[in-house]
């Protein structure tokens, strides 16, 4: 028996994917080499409320959709990438788990390392012809430790909200 998308479900992955593409290309700051921003927030209550593969959906199309449609710079395809990793990375770690900073901590710098450290630097360095990877490493870092104790800190008060997840989780129609 396959399992069918209710229009609640619908519905809240659409306002999250809006939510996630607001707050990736309106509300952040972006420079060549660093973007800081909240465009997490929505993949982190994606994450917990459907899971690894939602939550790698909104993220990737949330890059997808905010790439074509509001461009900081050409589109390259490994940042949607990188996007849709992390959020498989906080579907597989927050999902149906108990909340806790520990928890918090360890979907959020493994986000980081992987997906922002190493590949995005990787993307950069790939899609810049004046930048090396030595070159780069030092404002990763930087943005790295900066944005692992913003995200760990935020993900734990998202994920603390029980009664506000209860509320928006709906039920799969079958």
């Not at 619908?10 to 080499?33: D, K, M």
């Not at 760990?152 to 509320?167: C, D, G, L, M």
Request: proline letters at 5%; one cysteine or more; glycine letters at 6%.
């Amino acid at each position: 028996m396959k399992k069918q998308i209710d229009i609640k479900r619908l519905v809240t992955l659409g306002l999250l994917l809006a939510a996630e593409v607001i707050l990736s290309r309106f509300l952040s700051i972006a420079t060549p080499i660093v973007k800081i921003g909240f465009a997490f927030v929505p993949v982190v209550v994606t994450a917990i409320l459907y899971g690894p593969v939602w939550s790698a959906v909104v993220a990737g199309a949330g890059d997808f959709i905010g790439a074509i449609l509001f461009p900081i710079g050409p589109f390259f395809p490994g940042y949607t990438i990188s996007a849709a990793i992390s959020g498989a990375i906080f579907g597989i770690i927050l999902y149906n788990k108990k909340p806790g900073i520990l928890r918090s901590f360890m979907a959020s710098s493994l986000s980081l390392l992987i997906c922002s450290l190493i590949l995005d630097t990787l993307w950069i360095w790939m899609t810049s012809s004046t930048a090396t990877a030595a070159s780069l490493l030092p404002t990763r870092l930087l943005k790295f430790g900066v944005m692992l104790v913003i995200e760990t800190v935020t993900v734990f008060a998202i994920s603390k909200q029980e009664t506000i997840i209860k509320r928006i989780k709906c039920k799969t129609v079958r």
